[in-house]
C-alpha cells in the first residue's frame, strides 16, 4: 500500500485550485436536513442508565446538509435538494446553509417537522447520534424530476443514505444519463442490506465513501478492518461487489483510498478532537469539492483530510467548520 504524505505546500496547492475553479465548478446534494440537538455527558450512559448532561445546544446538521455546508464553505457553487418542515427549524435549517453560500431554491417545504436528531457527545469527542427524518422521509423520486435541472447541470452530485432509497437511486439514475458523476456516501448502512440492494447501490456510485464500520458490514467482515489489514484483499473483494473507486475513513488513521487497482493510505492530521459531529460529511463535502475542480482522488482526500481534522475542533456540525482561508491557516500552522 502507498503511503501519502499530508504536504503542506502540496495540500495548499490543491486548495488554491479547488477555489480557482470555483466559478465554473458545480456540485449537487440531495438528501437530509436536520436540527441537531446536542448535550454534552462526562462518559456515555449504559443500558438502561440515566446520566445527567450539559446545556442542550441546537446546530444545523443532517449528513447533506452538512455536506453541502463543507463543499460551500470552500468556495464551490452548490445547490441542495431536500426537504424542510413546516416548524421553526426549517428556517434556522436554511438560515445557516445559505449563509455560507449554499443554495437552497431546491429545497421543498413540506407539512410537519423538519428532520431532526439527538446527539450526545463525551469529554473524548466522541458521539452517538440517533436520527428522526422527519421530512427528510418525504424526499421521493418525483421530487428528483421536479429538480432534474439542477444535477444535470452539476460536475458532481453527492448522495447519502439518511435519504429515501427511491430518491437515492433516481439522483443517480438522472445524474448517469447527464454525465454527471455520483459520489455515494454508503452511511448508514442498510440494515436490511441483501444482494440486490448492494447490487442496486453499487449500480448507483462511481465513488464511494465509508467508515471501517461500514466496510466490515458491506464485506460480510468478522471485524472491522484497521490501517495493518490487507488492503489488497479488501480492494478485489470490494471490487467483486461491483465498487471500483472507494474511499475508507478510518477515523484517527485517515482513509484509504481504492482507486482501480492503487491502494494508497492518507494519514489524518493530528489534532485532539474536541467534538467529532459531522467530521465524516465534511470529509465527503471536501471531496466533492476537489473532484469537482478537477483534483484526483486521493488528492482531494488530502484536503479532506485537513478539513475534517479542523472541523472537530469546534462543536457541532456545520458551526465547526472552516473556509478556505481556515483550513490554509490551519494546514500552515499544524
Not at 446546530?59 to 455536506?67: I, L, R
Not at 492518507?266 to 475542480?293: E, H, I, N, W, Y
Request: with cysteine.
Amino acid at each position: 500500500m502507498k503511503q501519502l504524505k499530508l504536504n503542506k505546500d502540496e495540500i495548499m496547492d490543491e486548495l488554491d485550485r479547488i477555489a480557482s475553479s470555483s466559478l465554473a465548478a458545480h456540485v449537487s446534494i440531495v438528501g437530509s436536513m436536520n436540527a441537531d440537538h446536542v448535550v454534552e455527558v462526562d462518559a456515555m450512559p449504559k443500558p438502561g442508565e440515566t446520566i445527567v448532561g450539559g446545556p442542550m445546544a441546537i446546530h444545523a446538521g443532517g449528513k447533506s446538509a452538512n455536506q453541502a455546508a463543507s463543499c460551500a464553505r470552500l468556495q464551490l457553487q452548490t445547490d441542495m435538494i431536500g426537504a424542510v418542515g413546516s416548524d421553526a427549524n426549517a428556517d434556522f435549517l436554511l438560515h445557516e446553509l445559505e449563509k455560507v453560500g449554499v443554495a437552497t431554491a431546491h429545497v421543498e417545504h413540506v407539512n410537519g417537522p423538519s428532520g431532526s436528531t439527538i446527539i450526545v457527545v463525551d469529554p473524548h469527542g466522541e458521539n452517538f447520534i440517533v436520527v428522526s427524518s422527519g421530512a427528510n422521509a418525504k424526499v421521493d423520486a418525483e421530487c428528483i424530476h421536479r429538480h432534474a435541472a439542477v444535477i444535470e447541470r452539476s460536475d458532481i452530485l453527492g448522495l447519502c443514505l439518511e435519504a429515501p432509497l427511491a430518491a437515492v437511486i433516481e439522483a443517480a439514475h438522472v445524474a448517469h444519463a447527464a454525465d454527471t458523476t455520483v459520489l455515494l456516501n454508503i452511511s448508514p448502512m442498510p440494515e436490511d442490506l441483501n444482494e440486490a440492494l448492494r447490487h442496486a447501490l453499487a449500480d448507483a456510485a462511481d465513488i464511494v465513501i465509508m467508515n471501517e464500520h461500514e466496510t466490515a458490514q458491506w464485506l460480510r467482515m468478522e471485524s472491522e478492518p484497521g490501517l495493518e489489514s490487507d488492503w489488497e484483499s479488501i480492494n478485489d473483494r470490494l471490487h467483486a461487489t461491483g465498487l471500483d473507486r472507494v474511499v475508507v475513513t478510518l477515523g484517527s488513521a485517515g482513509a484509504v483510498v481504492l482507486d482501480g487497482p492503487d491502494v494508497v493510505h492518507v494519514p489524518a492530521c493530528k489534532v485532539k478532537p474536541v467534538d467529532t459531529t459531522g467530521a465524516g460529511d465534511s470529509f465527503m463535502g471536501s471531496v466533492l469539492a476537489g473532484l469537482a475542480s478537477g483534483n484526483a482522488l486521493a488528492s482531494s482526500c488530502t484536503v479532506a483530510s485537513a478539513v475534517s481534522a479542523y472541523s472537530t475542533l469546534g462543536r457541532g456540525a456545520q458551526s465547526s467548520y472552516g473556509d478556505a482561508q481556515e483550513i490554509i491557516d490551519f494546514v500552515q500552522g499544524n
